[in-house]
């Protein structure tokens, strides 16, 4: 059945041939952030996985650490270079996360792992996002990536809980192809990636 076995067998069958075959890319780009951020060259940073399990994720880094006089990280929008931009427009920032595939934190395909600060903000049923490991790339992705808003990211999110397939993951790597290529959806309009999920309103009745 896919939808357990298959779908870790699929992500193997695919992310062990891609982690050798970009090697080569993989190691260039860490040259290349280590000149521009210096170390560390990964971003590592604790996501929800499976069932809202933590993992760390890996990706390579984009921005700088700049702080204020207080201490605190300067906003993303200020910290990001362009080099940072062309890797994220890309996607070349994601590569890392192939290893938390081949460690079955992730999937090629799921929902985007969120921040873990956001897990008590969800309701019950968008909580269900974590029915299935999360993935290098989805649905919503696919379907507008960071120009989103929150409840249509979710709303994508569930359809793909629900309805999730070998053809439905082969057309979203397909379409992820497609939109690397073109650069769309790298960023919500004024955000370096996307504004922060404060919750969910009530619907009103």
Same mark, same amino acid.
Request: glycine fraction near 8%; proline fraction near 7%; charge should be positive.
């Given at each position: 059945?896919? #939808? ?26 860490? +040259?290349?952030?280590? #000149? ?7 971003? #590592? ?27 605190? +990280? ?27 595939i081949l460690k079955g934190d992730m999937s090629l395909v799921g929902p985007r792992p969120l921040l873990m600060e956001y897990l008590d903000l969800y309701t019950p049923e968008q ?20 120009? +989103? ?16 397939? +070998? ?39």
């Amino acid at each position: 059945m896919y #939808r357990a076995f298959g779908k870790r067998l699929f992500d193997l069958a695919l992310a062990i041939p891609l982690v050798i075959g970009l090697s080569p890319v993989l190691a260039l780009v860490a +040259l290349l952030v280590r #000149r521009d951020l210096g170390s560390p060259v990964l971003f #590592r940073q604790t996501r929800p996985g499976l069932y809202g399990q933590p993992f760390v994720m890996y990706k390579f880094r984009t921005m700088r650490e700049a702080r204020d006089e207080s201490g605190r +990280l300067l906003p993303d929008e200020q910290r990001i270079t362009p080099f940072g931009r062309f890797v994220r427009r890309a996607s070349l920032d994601e590569l890392p996360e192939l290893f938390n595939i081949l460690k079955g934190d992730m999937s090629l395909v799921g929902p985007r792992p969120l921040l873990m600060e956001y897990l008590d903000l969800y309701t019950p049923e968008q909580n269900r996002r974590h029915e299935v490991r999360p993935g290098v790339t989805g649905w919503a992705q696919v379907n507008g990536r960071n120009a +989103l808003g929150w409840d249509d990211r979710f709303a994508l999110d569930l359809w793909y809980v629900d309805n999730h397939s +070998l053809r439905l993951d082969l057309k979203i790597l397909w379409l992820t192809l497609v939109k690397v290529l073109r650069g769309e959806g790298v960023s919500a309009r004024g955000h370096a990636t996307m504004p922060k999920f404060t919750g969910s309103r009530p619907v009103e009745r």
